[in-house]
């Protein structure tokens, strides 16, 4: 009984360390694991965080793409969701208990759909590709005044571009804003951080890595969905 016991235990430890090494392989090489798709998507998520008035880096950009269609859906940050194991309910707040994953998890709650494959940019990944890009264009739908703590940005109505520290001030003043005024806004930013994401594919300035965002698409099928994006009429 005892060699049965002891034997079904080196199994599972063997299997275990088949398990890590295939992991770690896969992480390396780019290679599927059995639970994820090697089928090119046509709808994702685009995530973009930054910090709000407290300092927590949240969801500020939210967009639902589909590239068949060649639609672009802005998802309101403060939307109500459920933030499973903390006292948050918009659906900004998951993005600090889960990153993307968290945030794509929180939306399908909303919508009774299945969980979107997402691409999520940090605020400094965010500010890096904005840089590179020599700015990015947004409509804004009101005169906005945003101190960030060290600097006061003032910002006229209308199209303009704007530069990464701009863009950030623009996700600081989103929330002082009415709610019609941020739902103009939320779709502008979101067609922003469209045209943000394809620049990384399009555009050698921007290296495509995996320090440019965060994915849980594999490497393959994500070249497909880069190039998608950045064909895409907006």
């Given at each position: ?5 002891k ?12 398990l890590i ?24 998520l685009l ?30 940050p ?9 006292g948050?309910d ?10 993307g ?6 939306y ?11 691409i ?24 906005m ?19 990464a ?7 600081k ?28 594919a ?14 849980d ?6 070249g497909?969905?880069l ?8």
């Open positions: 009984m005892a060699g049965t016991i034997t079904a235990f080196f199994i599972a430890l063997a299997m275990l360390a088949v090494g295939t992991f770690f392989y896969c992480a390396q090489t780019g290679c599927a694991l059995p639970w994820q798709s090697t089928e090119v998507p046509t709808q994702v995530i973009a965080g930054s910090p709000d008035d407290t300092g927590a880096n949240v969801a500020q950009i939210i967009a639902a793409v589909d590239t068949d269609a060649g639609t672009v859906t802005a998802v309101a403060d939307s109500e969701a459920t933030i499973a194991g903390t948050y918009q659906l900004k707040d998951a993005l600090p208990f889960g990153g994953a968290a945030v794509a998890k929180a399908a709650q909303q919508t009774g759909a299945d969980a979107l494959p997402f999520d940019m940090s605020a400094s990944q965010l500010a890096t590709a904005v840089d590179a890009m020599g700015g990015v264009r947004v409509d804004l739908p009101a005169a005044d945003v101190f960030d703590g060290e600097t006061l940005f003032t910002f006229t109505p209308g199209t303009q571009t704007v530069n520290a701009e863009f950030a001030a623009v996700l003043g989103r929330p002082y804003l009415t709610r019609s005024q941020r739902t103009q806004l939320d779709t502008t930013l979101a067609a922003a951080l469209v045209q943000i994401v394809a620049e990384i399009d555009d050698s300035r921007v290296e495509l890595q995996s320090a440019s965002f965060e994915t698409i594999l490497s393959e099928p994500l497909t969905v190039q998608r994006l950045s064909q895409m009429e907006l």
